[in-house]
């Protein structure tokens, strides 16, 4: 087995009895300073940055979704036994379409965020569920909780209850960063792109 040197199958346990190589789709690019390991899929024109970890050897399967973007020092891991339903499948981590994972981000499954989600730098997703269209600025921390479709979660707050996940604000076309995400995803397709043209995947082959 021809194996690249930072995307590798998950080791055999008495929980993931199987390995699995992660499944990285046409055009997705994975910097050779990150990380993917086992059950792991990366859909088409994701950018996976430098040292960023999807590590799919306890809770699994991870799953990226097209166009989205896993920023530098990214972390995303999950409890063995933890589980969200989409599309009447089980993920241990499920991130959606078109949605940005910033700098120092960390996503604990059991997990799940929606499509068009900004995640800002150094926030935190354990054991909850984000819905469409929402920004969490940096550094905020969502616990244990669902946050509806459209809203916001300001810089440093910690939303650990339902009911303070109830209580969140709209975006609004007033909101300062109701357009951030799209220009993100923008530049990151483009880097995608433009490093897979650069450093072709045999580039990186033992």
Request: hydrophobic share 40%.
């Amino acid at each position: 087995m021809i194996m690249i040197n930072n995307i590798m199958p998950n080791p055999v346990t008495t929980f993931n009895p199987k390995m699995i190589i992660p499944s990285i789709m046409p055009g997705a690019y994975v910097h050779k300073q990150a990380s993917v390991i086992g059950n792991v899929v990366i859909m088409n024109r994701v950018n996976v940055a430098p040292h960023a970890s999807i590590r799919g050897d306890e809770g699994t399967p991870i799953f990226i979704g097209k166009d989205s973007n896993i920023q530098d020092g990214v972390v995303i891991h999950g409890l063995k036994d933890g589980r969200v339903n989409q599309n009447g499948f089980n993920y241990s981590v499920y991130v959606g379409e078109n949605t940005s994972v910033a700098h120092q981000t960390q996503i604990h499954g059991p997990a799940k965020i929606g499509n068009n989600v900004f995640l800002g730098m150094q926030s935190l997703v354990f054991n909850a569920e984000i819905g469409d269209n929402v920004v969490v600025e940096p550094a905020a921390k969502v616990i244990g909780v669902k946050v509806a479709a459209n809203k916001y979660i300001p810089a440093g707050e910690v939303i650990k209850t339902q009911e303070q996940a109830d209580k969140l604000p709209d975006i609004t076309a007033d909101y300062m960063y109701k357009e951030m995400n799209p220009e993100v995803v923008h530049v990151n397709k483009e880097l995608a792109a433009g490093y897979g043209m650069a450093y072709p995947a045999n580039y990186y082959l033992r």
